[in-house]
């Protein structure tokens, strides 16, 4: 078969064109359910945005691809654009630095499972057809060889061709421009794939700077507890829950029928400090507040866990989750999905269910040893494959969706697996508070359950988690807390009326008794 002669440059922007105008048709039919778009300005503004995908994609294009590495890298950008664009038009995904950020850390884990349930026949689909197909469709072009300045030349000229002509069309009509991309910011967001490329070089960007020295927080922390008896905490981490999907909030699916029943539990809910697991489990447990954390800067200083180990309070992290984003670095560790054992009948294609992290809890319990803290890393509520979450015994609410891919269900069958791993977590819980009652005349206990960030289960057409906080619907940042505490102990309220994940770490140093430089009294729950 003949093949189709180009020059670089006449490969280069067919190619940023089709990745333009293909993997964008939301953003597009966004624009034009805008009134104001259907007018001249409005044509000429559309045409500014083509051109500016064009060009930066263009850019990339020409700047990396000689020789063989310009359809190399056409063809990875192809791929790249079309799971970018899967996920941003069909799940209403944000591809910004800290959605960026997670999906390394998924890499960085090792989360094979996770990247798997991604993986759904839509997704396959799509890239199939946007991505893989394309790409494999270079072969059947031919470069025309150029002489490497005539090449260079040529490039420069197309770019700065583009470029004029953009700026061309922008100027005279920049009122416009500047009025509807002010009206309409949000939609940046939903530009594939120049908005995650952008996104991952700021990434980039920001982590080229050399490694800060570790900031130790409160090393001198003391406590000024005079019970004698023992006191021994659960701070359970929980993944995904969205606190108006618990009964206790008034949810009217019997979501926690056991923890209804309990006495002595209290629910509030809170605002979460971010919409991922990468940004709110560190920050859960940072002394900072959310307005002045940062996730970079936390890595490098101490969080509540070493000030409660420093004061002399034994810390422990169980997990049964992808890991504890850096928290549990300087403290005994317990990681549930090394090796793990499949033939358990509590093994999930994740590690195992949440049920696994109960009898974990044993060897930490007793009347004699230090004060001692034990956290709790869920599975939870972990999408987008909510059914295997949670036992089929605890599939109460049908029909539920068995996919991967939520798209593939109704929002009903959604919610319905989402509502059974809220009605598995209530379960786990009141194991746990069980055990403690079990010790309840060798030591105080309490239980603190807390989740990371919420999630969306279809609602707008959104999906899953990781939206930018500031666009961030209240189903991803309003999570529910639970507590509960053994008679005589705390027995004090919940106080408070805009709760959030600041409350946490200083909650946690007052439950200990725990003086320390860093410790607010306003945002302990149970100061008074």
């Known amino acids: 078969m003949r093949k189709l002669p180009l020059a670089p440059w ?48 263009d850019i990339i294009i020409l700047a990396l691809g000689f020789g063989w590495l310009l359809k190399a890298t056409i063809a990875v950008l192809l791929i790249l654009s079309a ?48 991505g893989i197909t394309p790409a494999l469709l270079l072969h059947f072009i031919t470069l025309v060889p150029k002489p490497l300045l005539l090449d260079l030349g040529q490039r420069m000229l197309v770019v700065a061709g583009i470029a004029a002509l953009f700026v061309a069309i922008t100027l005279p009509n920049y009122r416009f421009v500047s009025f509807f991309a002010r009206e309409h910011h949000d939609l940046q967001f939903s530009i594939t794939p120049v908005y995650p490329l952008v996104s991952l070089a700021r990434l980039v960007r920001k982590n080229l700077r050399s490694d800060q020295a570790f900031r130790i927080v409160d090393a001198d922390a003391t406590r000024h507890k005079t019970d004698k008896r023992r006191t021994i905490g659960i701070m359970v981490v929980g993944e995904t829950a969205r606190a108006d999907h618990f009964s206790l909030d ?12 309990t006495p002595n539990v209290q629910f509030a809910h809170a605002h979460s400090c971010g919409t991922s697991t990468l940004f709110s489990v560190p920050c859960m447990f940072s002394i900072r507040d959310r307005k002045s954390y940062d996730v970079d800067e936390a890595a490098f200083e101490s969080n509540v866990l070493d000030i409660l180990r420093a004061a002399g309070v034994s810390p422990v992290w169980i997990d049964n989750n992808s890991s504890c984003k850096g928290v549990c670095a300087r403290i005994e560790s ?48 972990h999408g987008p494959a909510y059914s295997r979450r949670y036992p089929k015994t605890f599939e109460r609410f049908r029909p539920s969706c068995d996919k991967t891919s939520p798209v593939e269900c109704s929002v009903e069958e959604i919610a319905n697996a989402y509502d059974n791993t809220i009605l598995y977590t209530d379960f786990v819980l009141r194991r746990l508070i069980e055990k403690l009652q079990s010790h309840s005349g060798e030591f105080d206990s309490f239980l603190f359950y807390a989740s990371d960030h919420g999630e969306s289960l279809g609602e707008g057409g959104v999906y899953l988690h990781g939206l930018p906080y500031a666009l961030a619907p209240e189903s991803q940042t309003v999570v529910p807390f639970v507590f509960w505490t053994s008679p005589g102990f705390r027995e004090a ?28 009294r306003e945002l302990d729950l149970f100061a008074g």
């Not at 317990?334 to 809890?361: F, H, K, T």
């Not at 439950?511 to 320390?516: E, I, Q």
């Open 10 to 57: 006449q490969l280069a922007t067919g190619a940023a064109l089709f990745i333009a105008l293909g993997n964008n048709v939301p953003l597009f039919s966004a624009l034009f359910a805008a009134p104001e778009i259907l007018s001249l300005a409005g044509l000429g503004f559309m045409l500014s945005l083509v051109l500016l995908m064009v060009l930066v994609l």
């Open 83 to 130: 799971t970018f664009g899967y996920f941003s038009n069909e799940l209403g995904i944000i591809f910004d630095p800290g959605m960026i950020a997670n999906m390394l850390e998924t890499v960085r884990d090792n989360n094979v499972a996770e990247a798997r349930e991604l993986a759904s026949l839509p997704f396959i689909r799509h890239v199939l057809i946007f």
């Open 250 to 261: 008034g949810y009217p699916r019997e979501t926690n029928p056991l923890l209804a029943s």
């Open 334 to 381: 317990i990681s549930l999905r090394e090796n793990a054992d499949a033939s358990s009948p509590l093994y999930s294609d994740m590690g195992y269910y949440d049920e696994a992290l109960i009898p974990e809890v044993d060897d930490y319990l007793g009347a004699t040893g230090p004060d001692t803290l034990i956290v709790l890393h869920m599975l939870g509520s």
């Open 493 to 520: 309220r919940m106080h408070g009326v805009q709760l959030s994940h600041d409350n946490i770490s200083h909650t946690l140093l007052g439950l200990y008794d725990v003086d320390a430089a860093s410790y607010r």
